[in-house]
């Protein structure tokens, strides 16, 4: 008996569903590398292992900011220094310097403000007070799964009124040696726009830092104005993941100053230690010229630092 053909084969009965093929298996998509998922997302989210890979949190430097920090943070330096002045003699001072920063919406964006108080005396004077001009300054980062970040930002210094006699004034010049890369905040009578750049390199477990900018300030008692190049680096070694040992190295450049060529260079070392314990990184440094103090207002000077950073929780999306 001949094979029925294809159009005589019986049909199904039509209550039957057609046969459909099995489902392909589609398993998750392994996370991405540095990349951190956003709330919701179906993959298993490990913040801290992320994190770490991202090279979002390293500890912070003494003196530069965390670039890409997810929380509202609030700094304290506290910097003792002897400085020495061919006019004024030994000069004894100490600086508390409070700093905070918040992210706005993401990690990309951060608006900051430091204010400074200081207090100075010197050999056959008395004891001066006095406070800084405050800062405040918006800044932004972009950064990649290899561990660069890179980014910039912009500053003004605020003047603050201050009626001051000669010896005064003496002191007030005196105090801005320490740190001559924040000099701005000692300046009398002087708005100061402060545009920066800053770049990052974290390759576990060393981190590089880079900070450049420009302080061109207009000083309304003097009816001119100044421009100060400043370039700040550090190197960061962690030899346990909570732990950071580091040096600064600051480099001012006084462009426009009425001061002698070989007085226009300042340069500055500073050796750190800093740990994480929670939200607290508490941390040391020391402070000392290689070459003349700035603007050769002092001979020499050397201080000690202690900084303490409070993360008082995240403001921030991870991702952005």
Known sequence: MARPSRAQEPSKPSGEPPATPPAASNPPSPPTPGVLPSPGHDQPVFVAEQRKEASLDPLEPPSLPDLTHADATLDLDYTGAGIG??????????????????????????????????????????????????????????????????????????????????????????????????????ASDALTLRPTFDARLVLEPFVLQLRQGLDWSFDFSRDRSDILARIGSYFAVSPLPWTALGVELWQTYSVTQEVRDDQRAAITLAPSARVRLGPVQPGVSVLFPITTPLEGIARDYFAVRIHVRLALGETAELTY
């Open 85 to 186: 002045q061919g006019s004024l003699g030994q000069t004894l001072t100490w600086m508390a310097l409070l700093r905070g920063e918040i992210p706005l919406t993401t990690r990309a964006w951060h608006f900051g403000a430091a204010w400074d108080f200081a207090s100075a005396a010197s050999e056959g004077r008395g004891r001066t007070l006095i406070y800084g001009n405050p800062e405040v300054w918006v800044r932004g980062a972009g950064w990649h799964a290899s561990g660069l970040v890179g980014g910039g930002g912009l500053g003004i210094v605020i003047p603050m009124p201050r009626d001051l006699d000669a010896d005064g004034r003496s002191v007030l010049d005196a105090v801005r040696v320490i740190r001559p890369w924040d000099s701005a905040y000692f």
